[in-house]
Every structure is written in C-alpha cells, then in structure tokens.
C-alpha cells in the first residue's frame, strides 16, 4: 500500500491564479481531510469528507473548493490564490474512528 | 468550539532521559490521538487513545477523559525522538473533525 499520496510537494503560485492540490489513498479510508498547517497553529481543518459525494467544511474553508466523486481521491481547489494561502497543506485519512494517516504534504507559496 | 492545550510548548533533553507530555481539553471527548512530526516534516500517528493506557516500545499514552487530559511519556530518549508532538480531539469519536494543539517541540541532545 502507497498509502496516502499527496501531489505536488512544492508549489509557487502568483496572486490570483488557481490550482488544484491532489491526495490520493489506497486504504479504502471512508474519511479524508485536508489540513493547513502554519507555524505556531497547529493543523487547522479546512474541509473533510465522510464519504463518496460527500463533504463539509472545516475550520477554515474559505476560498478552498473540494469534491469527493470516489472513494480513493480528494482534490483540494485553490479557487483564486492569496498569499494568506502561503502553508503546509496535508491531507490525511482513515476507516472511522480509528488513527489518522497523513500525507506528506504540500508546501505552497503564494507571492 | 474544543480547545486544545499543550504543555509544556519546548522541551530540551539529554539522551536518555524520560518526559511527559500533556494534553489538556475543554470537553468531553470520543476521540483522542497523538502524533509526532519529524524534522522532515512528515506526520506519524503514535496513538489512537480516547480512553485509558496504550504502550509502544518506548512510548506509552494515558488518557483520563473525566479529567480532560492526556499524557504522552517518552522513557530512555533518543535523539530520533526530535520533532513536534501533537495532541488532536473529537467530540464524537470519528475523524470527521479533528482539533490539535499547538503542539510541543522536543529536542534531544547527543
């Protein structure tokens, strides 16, 4: 098992364009979620799925899209980029309520 | 919402040495975790502990729910165990909506 796959690993983006974050897990997890973390934060919540068509914000979803159209991916959209948006992203998943599996990361810059 | 506090947030340790963790919460909890990041960045789950004591090796976990806290020890340290330690909370038991800290960063000394 790959386990969970998050792709790019780096990203420079400028104001204003857009780009879509990928995360991948082969575990058959139900729940995934994506996470930004920023120094001295912690991981803070952005959206989550608890299944196949479906997903809910988290703590700190605005300007972030995403879908759930199979079980095995969760995209992460960056609508329209803000250097706000300069973190650590993470996507991580599970089977219910057991431990959570991490990817291992995504570090994007906006300028 | 939950809140979740660490303590203490810097800790520097001689190899070899033990320490605990601690991990303080607002609410009753179904869900508790601890994770370590190492310096590579990457997140590794030590724990899946909401209720009661779990050992692995070295590291062993306690958590008291009707007290609102969770302890990580970490006996005979070793300079691998570098990194950030990282509670995380839900309210009802899934992952759907996890709270961490802040977290605690560790450093041990050769």
């Known amino acids: 098992n790959a386990g969970v796959t998050q792709t790019p690993k780096f990203q420079v983006l400028k104001t204003g364009q857009s780009m879509t974050l990928q995360c991948a897990q082969d575990m058959n997890h139900e729940y995934m979620s994506w996470y930004r973390q920023d120094p001295g934060m912690g991981l803070r919540l952005i959206h989550y799925s608890v299944g196949a068509g479906i997903t809910d914000q988290g703590e700190v979803p605005n300007g972030y899209n995403v879908s759930r159209s199979t079980t095995e991916d969760f995209p992460l959209r960056l609508l329209s980029a803000a250097p706000s948006q300069t973190s650590v992203y993470f996507c991580?998943?599970?089977?219910?309520?057991?431990?959570?599996?991490f990817g291992n990361g995504t570090r994007l810059t906006v300028t | 919402g939950i809140q979740v506090e660490q303590s203490p947030p810097d800790l520097i340790l001689q190899e070899g040495a033990n320490s605990t963790l601690r991990c303080n919460f607002s609410?009753?909890?179904?869900?508790l975790q601890w994770f370590h990041q190492n310096p590579w960045g990457q997140l590794i789950n030590l724990f899946y502990?909401?209720?009661g004591t779990k050992q692995n090796g070295r590291l062993s976990a306690t958590t008291v729910a009707t007290e609102r806290y969770s302890l990580l020890y970490i006996s005979s340290s070793q300079t691998t165990d570098s990194g950030v330690y990282f509670c995380?909370?839900?309210?009802?038991?899934?992952?759907?909506?996890?709270?961490f800290g802040k977290g605690i960063t560790l450093s041990v000394r050769p």
């Open positions: 609410d009753s909890v179904n869900n």
């Open positions: 991580a998943s599970s089977y219910g309520p057991s431990p959570l599996h």
């Open positions: 502990i909401p209720s």
């Open positions: 995380a909370v839900e309210l009802t038991g899934a992952n759907s909506k996890l709270t």
